[in-house]
């Protein structure tokens, strides 16, 4: 956030700016490999940015939407054990 504090970059591109060092920095520490497609889940806009940043690892993606995290959820539920809730 500096670089447009001190007039090194505008205010626009910042938040992408920002958004794809802490994409690199999250594959970089989980030392990804080339290896079979990853499924990258989320809004569209975030799932685009990590899409970039596999591709030019070498690692090919398949992007599916934020309802696909609510619908694995569910399917998790279903699995638990079921609770009766306490008064």
Do not use: C, K, N
Not at 30 to 46: E, F, H, K, N
């Amino acid at each position: 956030r500096t670089l447009s504090l001190f007039a090194r970059m505008d205010a626009g591109p910042l938040a992408s700016y920002l958004s794809g060092l802490v994409i690199g920095e999250e594959l970089r520490a989980q030392d990804v490999q080339a290896a079979a497609r990853v499924t990258v889940i989320g809004s569209p806009s975030l799932t685009a940015r990590y899409a970039l940043a596999f591709d030019r690892l070498g690692i090919p993606t398949h992007r599916m939407g934020a309802e696909a995290s609510w619908a694995g959820l569910h399917a998790l539920s279903h699995h638990l054990p079921h609770r009766t809730p306490s008064p």
